[in-house]
């Protein structure tokens, strides 16, 4: 019964990986080797439309990762093509194994998981033979092809699961893993102040150049690229777009919902089976037993699962009058629901609000000049676009139309005016001297279009024009020089035994950490500090205001009964065995290839090829 399980549930995997593999690339130019394959393994062909597919398939992946174009001579050069074949080559090494064994599926299987499949389903959603039909017809497949296809890849599954069932779950080695990783670590740290060392004096000019020359990175201004522009946003329309104040109540009131808000309590909805079970829920919270979070996760659920958010009375239906007369933090019920009888913790009161129309009135104006204005400038931009297929400039564009022109010298970092776009910014970097313009458009509506004028490479600053910059870049690396081996000092008495009052700190202890935690007020490396320590050892931290130090008092053994270490042990267990699965599966399928008489028809494999240049 269970092996008929497996299989069957085979099945529907493999049809499903069949379906989505389906892709109309070729449309009604199928693909097509001598007698329809590139080759054969122990006398099974290698479908040449499949092996079409599944490289079209791998070169489109390559595709969606990168964001750019693959042709297929670079594919080729990745060796794409030799990798689909090597794979399909596996896989009928595979499918003639499972013939030789006599591993097979039976047509009312294959038929009713064809039938089954929502690829195929029509209009009324039960199966459409023409559905069926058409979408095999656009991969340049026939139902009796497609059908083995189905049949073999299922006795393949079969195959697979009995090569690799035998795996032993790797338990121990997940129990150990994940007991080092849900370790706890006992802290105590402290943090020295930026001002507990004076200030250093500065060096005469001579260190100051010594540190000029030292740091040419610090002192060099970026790239600087001089921009032309012809630009025209809504912000820059919406003062010149009239507006009624008709038009401004009629808004008001269509939207009046937003304006006027009833009164609201934010509530939290525990839901039982029976009114037996609330009833003594309610019991065991009224006794002290239990406190309504307790409640929550006995019944499996999280706190954000039985939130309601803010409710109206008409929300809330017969349990309106009940929730409305709690105060903040109180629990009442079990009151019955359209779900079953439930508790109701009351977290806030939200009194009812009413926005009036004249504070309303600027944001509705502001709305509707916006809404008129990217109008407009769409009207305008049919205009610039034939202006610049026409050869025009920035300069052009503004004086034809109502876009406006300016002038900006941009580098990295820049951010105001035009800058403040990021399609401006990307553009500007993307800008080539003698190029052309193109027309850009906004998310707000806005439009521009841009030409690059020249570019003004990185050059270091004179050292006279840069001296302030640099005596507080020196006085910045002197002083937090000084801190840290201030800090390193004081770690070092504390690791000898000081404690951290005499010291001169002001120490705090944390409870047991996991690797998951973060403590407030340290930097993002101090958990990975912390682990790296043995007990007493100490470890000096920069940060922002100064700098951190830290001692590991003791290493704590995970909870036994912690959830996130079960959680993690049986995912890492899972984890182990689908990875030994699939080395067991591929070393066999390996095996297999390299034993099996292959042949391959290199000039159908050159024909196949041919389509897709």
Do not use: K
Not at 527 to 534: P, V, W
Not at 547 to 573: C, G, H, K, S
């Amino acid at each position: 019964m269970a092996a008929r399980r497996g299989r069957r549930i085979s099945v529907w995997i493999i049809l499903g990986l069949l379906v989505l593999g389906l892709g109309g690339w070729f449309g009604e130019g199928a693909v097509r080797g001598r007698a329809g394959t590139i080759g054969s393994v122990d006398g099974l062909g290698i479908d040449a439309q499949v092996y079409a597919n599944s490289l079209r398939n791998r070169i489109q992946a390559i595709e969606a990762q990168t964001g750019q174009p693959l042709s297929f001579a670079e594919a080729q050069a990745l060796g794409l093509d030799r990798l689909v074949l090597g794979g399909l080559v596996a896989q009928r090494a595979m499918d003639a194994e499972a013939a030789r064994l006599g591993l097979s599926v039976g047509d009312a299987r294959v038929a009713e998981a064809v039938r089954a499949s929502p690829a195929f389903a029509g209009m009324d959603g039960g199966f459409d033979r023409e559905m069926y039909r058409e979408q095999l017809r656009r991969n340049g497949l026939t139902e009796a092809q497609f059908e083995r296809m189905l049949r073999e890849d299922s006795a393949r599954g079969v195959l697979q699961a009995a090569v690799a069932g035998g795996v032993p779950a790797e338990e121990e080695a997940a129990a150990r893993i994940a007991a080092h990783l849900a370790e706890r670590r006992v802290v105590t740290w402290a943090r020295l102040p930026a001002d507990a060392v004076p200030v250093p004096p500065l060096p005469d000019e001579a260190g100051l150049r010594a540190f000029w020359e030292a740091h040419p990175e610090r002192f060099t201004t970026p790239e600087r690229r001089r921009i032309t522009y012809a630009a025209l946003t809504p912000e820059r329309l919406q003062a010149q777009v009239p507006v009624e104040e008709a038009e401004l109540r009629a808004l008001y009131e269509s939207r009046r919902a937003e304006f006027v808000l009833e009164e609201r309590r934010l509530v939290e909805r525990l839901v039982y089976p029976d009114a037996a079970e609330a009833e003594a829920a309610r019991a065991r919270l009224d006794a002290g037993e239990a406190g309504f979070e307790a409640l929550v996760a006995e019944r499996g659920l999280r706190l954000s699962d039985v939130d309601l958010g803010d409710a109206t009375r008409a929300e809330l239906g017969g349990a309106a009058d009940a929730v409305f007369a709690a105060e903040p933090g109180d629990v009442v019920g079990p009151l019955e629901t359209p779900l079953g009888p439930a508790l109701f913790r009351v977290n806030a009161v939200l009194a009812a609000q009413e926005t009036p129309f004249e504070e309303a009135a600027p944001a509705l104006r502001d709305e509707l000049t916006h809404q008129a204005a990217r109008r407009l400038i769409a009207g305008e931009i049919a205009q610039v676009e034939d202006l610049i297929a026409g050869g025009a400039t920035p300069e052009d564009v503004a004086e034809r139309t109502a876009f406006e022109l300016g002038t900006m010298v941009w580098s990295e970092g820049v951010t105001e005016g035009m800058a403040a776009y990021a399609p401006f910014r990307e553009a500007a970097a993307a800008a080539t001297e003698g190029g052309f313009p193109r027309l850009v458009t906004l998310e707000d509506g806005g439009a521009f279009v841009l030409r690059l004028d020249g570019i003004e490479p990185p050059a270091l600053r004179p050292f006279e024009e840069a001296r302030a910059d640099v005596a507080a870049a020196w006085r910045e690396q002197a002083r937090s020089e000084a801190l840290l081996t201030e800090a390193e000092r004081r770690a070092g008495l504390i690791a000898g035994g000081t404690s951290f009052e005499e010291a001169g700190l002001e120490p705090r202890q944390e409870p047991a950490l996991t690797r998951r935690d973060f403590v407030e007020g340290t930097v993002p490396d101090f958990m990975t500090a912390a682990f790296a320590l043995e007990p007493g050892e100490t470890r000096v931290l920069p940060a922002a205001d100064g700098a951190l130090i830290l001692r590991l008092d003791r290493v704590e053994p995970a909870a036994e009964t912690d959830p996130a270490r079960l959680a993690q042990q049986l995912a890492l267990a899972a984890q182990f065995r689908a990875t030994t699965t699939q080395d067991i599966y591929e070393a066999f399928a390996a095996r297999l290839a390299a034993d099996a008489d292959l042949r391959i028809d290199e000039g159908a494999l050159a024909s196949v090829h041919a389509q897709f240049r």
